[in-house]
């Protein structure tokens, strides 16, 4: 049983979504149009190739837009990732109207190192805030008003989320507080509701999104005019001469005030193809056939052709999520994992009790089974608040399948 979209994976079984998902071949197709069909640069050029580029950027942004809910009072702005796209924004805000800086204990490297790097520049008092059992963040320590709060919506962990997002955003900006959030666990996977949560960025990165290595952010428009540029150059300027520069000024343009320089124009066009894909996978057009022979999937097939039916790519990943939750947990039962999950998630997190992490994934990988292992970029969360050591990642996408399972479940079983 092999997908359409993923036909190259032949006999692998690749469970490190969470790190960087597959790329369908359409998504590869698309990026590869861009060098054979219109290889230049965007905004620079008034030949075809050049006018075709703004054409299909203009379109990949309103696309993204359209996939968080939002309108044209935010901006949509590429760059490198999600780390390097927080730092820029960090750089360019005017800490003068920053009171505190507020995160939460279960963040990812990416947003817990840039946040404490802030505090400690400007001398803010870092705030880190507890999450409840429902990952909802406890607002009532957040304290001082006018501060900046930055959370990640789902963890890389335990694929948990902050389901009431919407209250926990709005009741922040009411305070007064700046809002960043880290969107890049969600929005592949996880129906959370941006679009009636006031932030003030959400940053994504494409490559968890079945596209190609790229960053972006969906950025109020208010809040680029009210950064403390300092980074300037290329395309950010509306003129210039050897006394300063003028930044670009015009509404629908101000995303490139933050796009310095070139852009990897190749990787836009995939991800444009990437939202197109997500939007419209349909089960039934990736399997020729959908079967269940493996003993150890038997118990819940029904429930996975029932959910899959549809199509739609959050109802197949959960029921995937169903199938790895609930056999892990008879795993645990049996008292050879511990499970960091609570309930079935997409990304699920344990450790082997008579096994390294490590080495379990070393064995793993020669059986073509790629899974994570370590401290997943959350040092401070495992080492203090689990008191763990390495874990063992298993993060599902839409090129898994059930037959992929009940490999890992069955190698997982001989080897624990």
Known sequence: MSTKSFEYLEENCYFDTACQSLRPKSVIEAELSYYTSSNSCAGRGNYPWAKKVDAKIDQVRRQILDFVGKGDDYSVVFGQNTTMNINLILHNLNPENISQVVTSEKEHNSVLLPAMSFARRFGKKLNIIERDELETPNLNQMGR????????????????????????????????????????????????NF???????????????????????????????????????????????????????????????????????????????????????????????????????????????????????????NSLS???????????????????????????????????????????????????????????????????????RVSLGLNNTPKDIAKLLINLEELL
């Open 322 to 392: 169903e199938l790895l939750f609930y056999n892990l947990g008879k795993m645990q039962n049996n008292g050879i994992i511990k499970l960091l999950n609570q309930k079935p998630s997409p990304t699920v997190s344990f450790v082997a009790k008579n096994i390294s992490s490590y080495e379990l994934t070393q064995k793993l990988g020669l059986k073509n089974i790629m899974c994570r292992s370590g401290f997943m970029c959350s040092h401070p969360y495992i080492r203090e608040n689990l008191q763990s050591g390495p874990l063992v």
């Open 195 to 317: 679009c009636d949560s006031d932030f003030d960025v959400l940053f994504g990165s494409a490559h968890k999104m079945y596209g190609p290595s790229l960053g972006f952010m969906v950025i109020k428009k208010d809040l680029i005019l009210n950064l403390e540029q300092t980074w300037v150059g290329g395309g950010s300027v509306q003129s210039a001469s050897f006394e300063g520069w003028e930044l670009i000024k015009i509404k629908e343009e101000l995303h490139s005030r933050l796009e310095l320089g070139l852009q990897d124009y190749a990787a836009i066009f995939g991800f444009g193809e990437s939202l197109n894909w997500l939007n419209n996978y349909k089960v039934k057009n990736e399997y020729d056939k959908v079967s269940y022979q493996a003993p150890i999937v038997d118990k819940i097939s029904k429930s996975l052709i029932h959910h899959g039916s549809n199509g739609e790519a959050i109802d197949y990943i």
């Open 145 to 192: 008003k006018g501060g900046l709060l930055m959370l990640q919506t789902t963890s890389n962990l335990d694929g948990s989320s902050i389901v009431n997002l919407p209250e926990v955003v709005n009741f922040a900006k009411k305070m007064g507080n700046l809002v960043m959030l880290d969107g890049t666990q969600s929005l592949a996977h996880h129906n959370l």
